[in-house]
């Protein structure tokens, strides 16, 4: 695909500021990775971290913030010791991958874990994994992180590669910054539409 990046850009619609900066080096030295895949720090660079609709919520990388919301980072040992994780749907690929090569990089709503598989030293090589946790288990889709975006929702896979169906064959999305959603929410204000939210400052059990 020619410039699955810049085809995103065409239909994935940014909400509010957007954009984020890393330490591409210090990240990448932390996640013991040689780089980032070109696509990917170009979609940091103009949309940063947030989510794709409220439903696919991509990370940026936080050196020496690994516990901060939105941040990219390797499997946990627990994730790794799990039963669960062991699922593959393709069985094929599981004598081909290793869960320690994944790094994450985004989830969606329904708790799907949405990866790049690292073993290859040329980052844009790295395909894209999902862990899909309705779905039984992991699947790698043989193309980057930008082009696995648009053709899902351009419903360009088999099946829809994800647990939730609410990008699947959607068309255009809009972005909404992780830092621009915090600040709307401090300031009483429903982050996707702009309007007062009914629920502002209210806790719940």
């Not at 949309?47 to 439903?55: K, N, Q, R, T, V």
């Not at 648009?150 to 999305?173: E, N, Q, Y």
């Amino acid at each position: 695909m020619s410039d699955p990046f810049g085809q995103l850009r065409q239909v994935v619609t940014p909400l509010h500021a957007v954009g984020d900066t890393v330490d591409w080096r210090a990240a990448a030295t932390e996640l013991s990775v040689e780089a980032f895949p070109g696509d990917y720090r170009r979609f940091v660079s103009a949309y940063g971290a947030g989510s794709i609709e409220d439903s696919l919520y991509v990370s940026i990388p936080r050196p020496g913030e690994s516990t901060a919301p939105l941040t990219v980072g390797r499997l946990p040992d627990d994730t790794l010791r799990a039963e669960s994780m062991g699922g593959w749907r393709d069985r094929g690929a599981a004598s081909r991958y290793e869960l320690e090569d994944m790094v994450v990089w985004g989830q969606t709503n329904g708790a799907d874990a949405l990866c790049w598989a690292t073993a290859d030293r040329d980052p844009d090589r790295w395909p894209v994994a999902v862990w899909a946790r309705q779905q039984g288990g992991w699947s790698v889709y043989d193309c980057g992180f930008a082009e696995f975006i648009l053709r899902l929702l351009r419903a360009d896979f088999a099946t829809c590669p994800i647990s939730v169906a609410s990008l699947w064959g959607k068309g255009t999305a809009r972005f909404l910054n992780l830092r621009e959603e915090e600040r709307l929410r401090d300031e009483g204000l429903d982050p996707w539409t702009g309007e007062p939210d009914p629920f502002a400052g209210m806790e719940f059990d």
